[in-house]
């Protein structure tokens, strides 16, 4: 069945590490997104990528990086800079930008220890 | 920058009745689109409900309609025939029109969490 896989599913990250979440899809989709969820704020974006090789800051991008090597694959990395990394972390994507049947991944809830 | 602005941090209804989840946002466009997400326990994003700002009509998906309010900035959604599985997390989100150089985005409400009661 087609999807987006996070991974993983929980991740604990110790003060000064950097760490990497995984978003892999299988829909053959162009357009890729990473929002982070806090309690009381709703979802807010923090990267996203229309095409391969290139992607866009969103409203939350310090401290975070992002990579599109591959169409399948857009990895998040929270640096030690992002001073506040506790929270619960949604991949999405859709066909292209001019589209809005959005597929969401599962999640991954990152801890800082 | 658009901004979605949920005012119920929680709701609760009785099952089988009927409950309003508000919305409302701020947006100098005026083709765009809006959503009602649903987000239970499992934390996988549901959509319920998708309204275009060019048609008048409400959207309806079977129980769940929404009342859209172009002039006003409204977008609430009715969940009508409450039932227990529809508890959860309900978030309102906007998009611009599609293909804009938004690149698809999606800016979310604070969310709504709803409770049924049996």
């Known amino acids: 069945d087609g999807g987006i896989t996070q991974s993983p599913k929980y991740l604990f990250r110790k003060e000064g590490q950097n760490v990497t979440l995984s978003c892999e899809q299988n829909?053959?989709?162009?357009?890729m997104y990473w929002y982070r969820q806090d309690p009381g704020q709703g979802l807010r974006l923090i990267y996203y990528?229309?095409?391969?090789?290139?992607?866009q800051k969103g409203d939350i991008a310090e401290g975070y990086s992002v990579s599109r090597e591959k169409k399948e694959s857009f990895p998040l990395t929270v640096t030690s800079a992002q001073k506040n990394p506790t929270a619960f972390y949604l991949c999405?994507?859709?066909?292209?930008?001019?589209?809005?049947?959005?597929?969401f991944g599962s999640g991954t809830r990152l801890t800082v220890v | 920058a658009q901004t979605v602005t949920q005012s119920q941090p929680e709701m609760s209804v009785q099952e089988a009745e009927t409950v309003t989840l508000s919305c409302t946002y701020d947006?100098?466009?005026?083709?765009?689109?809006l959503f009602w997400y649903k987000q239970p326990p499992s934390r996988q994003m549901i959509l319920v409900i998708r309204?275009?700002?060019?048609?008048?009509q409400n959207a309806t998906e079977n129980r769940f309609s929404v009342n859209f309010q172009k002039a006003a900035k409204s977008f609430s959604l009715k969940i009508s025939d409450s039932q227990l599985g529809d508890a959860a997390m309900y978030f309102c989100?906007?998009?611009?029109?599609?293909?804009?150089?938004?690149?698809?985005?999606?800016?979310f409400g604070q969310g709504t969490i709803l409770t049924v009661h049996p």
């Open positions: 999405a994507s859709i066909a292209t930008a001019a589209n809005y049947g959005y597929t």
């Open positions: 829909l053959n989709h162009d357009a």
């Open positions: 947006t100098s466009e005026s083709d765009y689109y």
């Open positions: 989100a906007y998009r611009s029109q599609l293909g804009g150089t938004s690149y698809g985005k999606l800016t």
């Open positions: 990528s229309q095409i391969v090789n290139d992607f």
């Open positions: 309204q275009e700002a060019y048609k008048q």
